[in-house]
């Protein structure tokens, strides 16, 4: 399935991502747009690890929805306001088919991460006002939230795209790589912070 598929994938590019970075901090010669400060990484790596998780899960929710037959049809063919940003006119519907429905489960899913990308962008930012120690999780964080909005103003015009009895699925296609980068992005920001922040706190227990 593409579930399984698009899953194996992204477990291959993570590995090799851990596996490159582990290699330049080895040699010390990590660039410096994924040098991350190691106090800064030990305070963010829970919350950055949930937000890549929650990204993963509103991205096989998408998949789910583009290769389950009907569910593109579950918020209507109205076009704006109609089928998007409300759902057959409606802001809250009742769900009685989780299968056909799953595209408002989506959205759902969709907001609530992107509520958490907005608060993590809003706090990265006000913790950098006065100081240099986080600027570069903060370009990541903000880099994975506007492609992530991004991504949703491409999948909104998916769905707005109904025409002669179907959807674009060029935009489908397109929506669905994005929602990928946003996810690796993420990715790749904890794998970094997990591990400068592991060898950072390793290099003060040896020093003690």
Not at 89 to 106: A, M, T, Y
Not at 118 to 133: D, M, P, R, V
Not at 150 to 167: D, K, P, R, T, V
Request: charged residues 10%; aromatic residues 12%; neutral net charge.
């Amino acid at each position: 399935s593409v579930a399984i598929h698009l899953g194996s994938a992204l477990a291959f590019m993570i590995s090799l991502i851990w596996l490159w970075i582990e290699i330049r901090r080895d040699e010390g010669d990590l660039p410096n747009w994924i040098n991350f400060d190691p106090l800064v990484g030990l305070k963010w790596k829970k919350w950055i690890g949930l937000l890549s998780l929650s990204t993963l899960i509103t991205l096989f929710s998408g998949v789910y929805v583009s290769t389950t037959p009907g569910a593109n049809y579950g918020c209507g063919v109205g076009g704006v306001m109609e089928s998007w940003p409300l759902c057959n006119g409606r802001f809250i519907q009742n769900i009685d088919d989780w299968e056909l429905q799953s595209q408002i489960v989506h959205r759902w899913l969709v907001g609530i991460v992107g509520a958490m990308m907005a608060l993590s962008s809003y706090k990265i930012w006000k913790e950098c006002e006065h100081g240099q120690s986080g600027i570069v999780l903060r370009n990541w964080i903000w880099a994975s939230s506007a492609t992530y909005f991004g991504n949703a103003l491409l999948g909104a015009s998916y769905i707005i795209s109904w025409e002669s009895g179907s959807f674009s699925e060029y935009l489908s296609l397109a929506h669905l790589m994005v929602a990928t980068v946003s996810f690796t992005i993420l990715a790749t920001a904890w794998l970094g912070v997990t591990i400068i922040s592991s060898s950072g706190r390793a290099k003060v227990i040896v020093g003690t």
